[in-house]
């Protein structure tokens, strides 16, 4: 099979769609558009067109996506990732009728949510192909009953967790990372870990204000992005009390990211609760966190909630101390449920399962062998 893949996501930061090549990659050969960072080190050129941050990215990746898809003699699957990757998609489906198309649709946006005019066009767009796709993946089984009934489809998505494992990729070498890193984790402390770097709206200002009442026995790493105002705030509270156990970190790619997972103890997974979307999310940091051993203490969101009780791989509180303080305590307790998880989960069989009803529904539509 030829399979013609686009997303929006950057390659370098998005595990999700990296699974999803992935798949695609098992199913047959794949040409594959996405986004990178600057200094990507591209490794697959035969098959992977990239398209580079600037104000101009949506307008070059849409004629790159088009263009891709014009040279290729013939498209069995055209695999459509999220919201972004809508209107190409439209757009080829009409000019190369693809034997299938497959939608991916990983977050959960719903019209009557939407507060902006740009957002609302996306919902409709993205509607719109719903019902016009072969195949709608969605990340878990509250989300796809959800896009069932509100979105009118015929048959339930199919579900693939975003169930994924950090791996070193070489980008960087041990040596490197451990020269620019090692000096953050000279202290005996209990390493606490959130990837949503310094976003108001997943709390970590509840997150940072908790290390107050933890004290120098925690240490609190914020990995990951956020806007000005957000880091102004955060720092604004690090420094009304004086903390010196907060660590502002910013974004790291795949191989910092895993090195500074392993260093710590503790992971923290948080959402807010004022939208589906985020009600019901489908946290691959979850899954990052537990695949590298760690315990981990999440908001009170349903799915993560289900995870910790289901399991006992860790605790949900939405104020952070309490959790924090009973996972610390019980550490072995959480870090034998946590082995004993991994055993039961496993990355590559995640994505056999979703090759498989893939295929499962290409024979059932009867245009293949």
């Known amino acids: 099979m030829n399979l013609f893949f686009i997303s929006y996501g950057i390659w370098e930061h998005d595990g999700r769609m990296r699974e999803l090549v992935g798949v695609c990659q098992l199913l047959g050969s794949t040409q594959y558009v996405t986004r990178v960072t600057s200094d990507f080190s591209q490794q697959d050129k035969d098959h992977h067109y990239i398209t580079n941050n600037s104000f101009l990215t949506p307008f070059v990746f849409i004629f790159k996506s088009l263009f891709i898809a014009l040279r290729m003699k013939k498209i069995d699957v055209l695999f459509v990732d999220n919201r972004m990757a809508v209107m190409p998609a439209i757009l080829i489906k009409r000019l190369k009728r693809p034997t299938f198309l497959v939608q991916d649709v990983r977050e959960l946006y719903l019209l009557n949510e939407t507060k902006h005019i740009k957002g609302k066009i996306g919902c409709i767009f993205e ?119 907060v660590h502002i970190i910013g974004k ?87 082995q004993d998880f991994i055993q039961e989960f496993n990355v590559d069989e995640n994505k056999e399962n979703l090759v498989y009803r893939l295929g499962e529904h290409f024979r059932r539509q009867g245009r293949v062998n």
């Open 252 to 338: 790291l790619n795949q191989d910092e990211l895993k090195y500074f997972v392993e260093n710590c103890h503790i992971g923290v997974v948080n959402y807010h609760q004022h939208d589906t979307n985020n009600k019901y999310c489908a946290s691959g940091k979850i899954y990052e966190f537990l695949f590298q051993g760690l315990p981990v203490v999440t908001t009170e969101n349903i799915p993560l909630m289900e995870l910790c009780d289901k399991f006992g791989i860790g605790l949900y509180d939405n104020t952070y101390v309490e959790a924090i303080r009973t996972v610390a305590k019980d550490y072995d307790f959480f870090k034998k449920n946590v």
């Open 127 to 245: 509607q719109y192909l719903m019902r016009q796709a072969d195949v709608v993946i969605s990340a878990n089984y509250h989300r796809a009953d959800i896009m069932k009934s509100s979105f009118h489809l015929d048959e339930k998505p199919i579900v693939f967790e975003n169930i994924r494992d950090l791996k070193y990729t070489g980008m960087m070498s041990k040596k490197e990372i451990i020269d620019k890193y090692e000096a953050f984790f000279k202290k005996n402390t209990m390493r606490i870990i959130s990837t949503s770097g310094c976003s108001i709206e997943r709390t970590n200002d509840v997150l940072v204000e908790a290390m107050v009442n933890l004290g120098e026995g925690y240490e609190l790493f914020l990995v990951g992005s956020g806007s000005k105002g957000e880091i102004h705030t955060i720092k604004q509270i690090i420094e009304a009390h004086e903390l010196n156990n």
